[in-house]
Nanobody, 124 residues
Framework: VQLQASGGGLVQPGGSLRLSCEVS????????IGWFRQAPGREREGVSC????????DYVDSVKGRFTISRDGAKKSVYLQMNSLKPEDTAVYYC??????????????????WGQGTQVTVSS
C-alpha cells in the first residue's frame, strides 16, 4: 500500500488548510486511515482517524471542533480539513493505513503503512 500526503503549507493563525491522502491500492476500502503529526522534538501523535466504511471517526482532544476527517472512495482519498489553525498545530503531518481494527485507532503502533509527510506551518 502506498500513501501520498499533500496539501501542507504556510498559513496564518485562524486560517484553514485541507490535507489529502491518496491511497494507491485497489483494496482502498479495506483500510482504516489515520492522520498523525510530529513537531520537532516531540513524539508522533495521532490527530484523527476514519474507519474503512467512513462510519466512525476519532479526533485528539486538541483538534476537536476544528478538524474534520472524510474519505472519498471514488478518488481513493482521505481528507483532513483543518480550520481555526493555531501555531501549536505546526508539524509534519503523515497519513497511515491499517486494516485489522474495528473502527479506527489514534495509536501510531496500529499502523503498518505510512506516507511521506507534508509540512504544516501556522505562523504570522
Amino acid at each position: 500500500v502506498q500513501l501520498q500526503a499533500s496539501g501542507g503549507g504556510l498559513v496564518q493563525p485562524g486560517g484553514s488548510l485541507r490535507l489529502s491522502c491518496e491511497v494507491s491500492e485497489f483494496t482502498y476500502d479495506y483500510y482504516n486511515i489515520g492522520w498523525f503529526r510530529q513537531a520537532p522534538g516531540r513524539e508522533r501523535e495521532g490527530v484523527s482517524c476514519i474507519s474503512k466504511r467512513g462510519d466512525k471517526q476519532d479526533y485528539v482532544d486538541s483538534v476537536k471542533g476544528r478538524f474534520t476527517i472524510s474519505r472519498d472512495g471514488a478518488k481513493k482519498s482521505v481528507y483532513l480539513q483543518m480550520n481555526s489553525l493555531k501555531p501549536e498545530d505546526t508539524a509534519v503531518y503523515y497519513c497511515a493505513a491499517e486494516k485489522f481494527i474495528t473502527g479506527c485507532s489514534l495509536s501510531r503502533h496500529s499502523y503498518a503503512y505510512w506516507g511521506q509527510g507534508t509540512q504544516v506551518t501556522v505562523s504570522s
